[in-house]
């Protein structure tokens, strides 16, 4: 059966701790469902493991702090023999390795506010140009620069495709709420048809594809709502000096608190569109 990659970054450091182990079991139903097989993947104990067992994820949630894994502290994290949650990079370097093409995950890592005084870039885009992997995401985090994180991914050679989209979708948003919202490099309304291009286009270049999946319309939260959200959760990232790889776990828990957990609502019900997506993604690929 047909595998479907998620990542433990989203469970260790993406939604509260008592909210793991239920969201974890949810998206394993949405990829059986789809008719595919769900691997959650993870560094334990210096170990490298693709399809983390309920006891590992278990140990993982009681060992206090997990770092995060990126492709550039990955070889430090498994010299060490340590626990790691791996963000999308690492998540698609293993999965890769392991032979998995699909790879679900709530939004893709990208350029960050600011860039053009301090360049903050995030290693998820560069691993789309390394790994053949199709990531099924909805778009970018909106508390990104969506649209430079878009023209990145043009630069960068990434194939960004839609489903039922031809919109680049922003997170907690089903698009940009501007003027010419930025856009995909096509669109597939059929599953089955998706599948065949994302099997032909990982065998021909060898590289990832972005697979946009928006937001369910139902769970979509207004931009001017959630753009009041946004600036005083960073203003807050701001007083407590939280830069780097740091920023966006810290920015989203703000929110989460910010919003009384819409927000937190609106991230499970996207990732777990997008869970359902990759599955059947996954099942209709040729083996």
Known sequence: MARVALESTLLLHGVPRESCLSLHAQLCDDVRGAGAE?????????ES????????????????????ANTSNLGVLLARKAHAATTV?????????????????????????GWSTQLDV???LLACTRFPVAVVCSGVKSILD???TREALETLGVPVVGFRTGLF????????????????DATFDNVEELGAFVHA???????????????????????????????????????????????????LGRL??????????????????????????????PA
Not at 262 to 283: D, M
């Open 49 to 68: 493991v693709v399809g983390v067992s309920a006891c590992q994820l278990e140990a993982l949630l009681s060992s206090g702090t997990v770092p995060k």
């Open 122 to 124: 995030s290693s998820d």
């Open 146 to 148: 969506v649209r430079a």
């Open 201 to 251: 286009e990982l065998a021909r270049t060898g590289r990832g594809i972005v697979v946009c999946n928006p937001i369910p319309e139902d769970a979509e939260i207004p931009a001017p709502r959630f753009e009041a959200w946004k600036q005083e959760a960073l203003r807050m990232a701001s007083e407590a000096g939280a830069t780097g790889r740091d920023a966006t776990p810290f920015v």
């Open 38 to 46: 769900p691997a959650l993947i993870a560094v334990f104990g210096g």
């Open 256 to 285: 989460h608190a910010i919003s009384n957990g819409e927000t937190l609502r609106a991230n499970i019900a996207l990732v777990r569109s997008n869970a359902r997506l990759a599955g059947a993604i996954a099942a209709a690929m």
């Open 169 to 184: 979708p922003a997170f907690y948003q089903r698009s940009l709420s501007e003027a010419s919202p930025p856009t995909v």
């Open 89 to 113: 990079s690492t998540t698609m370097e293993l999965a890769a390795r392991a032979g998995i093409r699909v790879f679900a995950t709530g939004g893709l890592g990208g350029v960050h506010q």
